[in-house]
Structure formats: C-alpha cells, structure tokens
C-alpha cells in the first residue's frame, strides 16, 4: 500500500521475500511454531488452502514473485563480487561510478520481469 501511493522503499540485502511460511498458533493466539514445506507435494495443508501453501512466493498456486511487492528477487548463491553504484542517491554516501570492492556477497537479488516500472537499482 505505501509502495503503491509512492513511498520510497530501501531492499539493501538479498533475498527479503523467498519462501511464504505459515504460522501455527498456541491457545492464546501467541505464535508457536513457523511451517515451511518447500514443496508444494509436502505440504498437507496446500489442497485445503492453496493460497497458504509454504512455496517459493513465485511458484504455484501462489504466482507472486517477490519482485512485484520490492523490485528485485532472488538470483544467485555463492557470489562474490564487487558492486557499481548506478546514479545513486545522496543518502547512500556513493558516487556515481564507484566501486563497492565485495559488496555483493553470498545471495543476490536483481530485478525481475515483474518489477514495478520504476525500480531503481543502486549498484
């Protein structure tokens, strides 16, 4: 709702948004315990209720990749490599082609073909 009246939104991490989980919850309402079953086959609740089935948010029945709600999503494990800043804003204390030496380190995300059209990528 913020993103979409036009609040600026920071993901300076990778992989925010990957996997939906469910919650169980005790007999006050207080959370107990988080479910994620990885595969849809392995989740007894997904033919009850397909929509709270623990997937990757981009895979079935879900069809929500994370890069509609937060520009980017998931891409690569294992990397490390320096970053160039693209025309980044003031806040960030970069300049405009500078070199961030290891800045992407171990999971990475970059935009999607369903990020909004608007995105901005820093580096």
Partial sequence: MARNA????AFLGGNEFYWHIR??????????????????????????SPQQATVRWRDDPL???????IGGQYTGLGVIAPMLALHPPTWTG?????????????????????????TQVLA
């Fill in 63 to 69: 069809h929500r990749p994370e890069s509609v709600l």
């Fill in 23 to 48: 919650l169980t919850r005790a007999g006050d309402g207080t959370p107990s315990a988080v479910i994620l079953s990885r595969e849809l086959a392995r989740d007894p609740e997904s033919t009850r």
């Fill in 94 to 118: 970069w300049r405009d082609g500078m070199i961030l030496s290891g800045a992407a380190s171990g999971e990475v995300d970059a935009p999607g073909p369903f990020s909004p059209p608007r």
């Fill in 6 to 9: 036009g609040v600026n939104l």
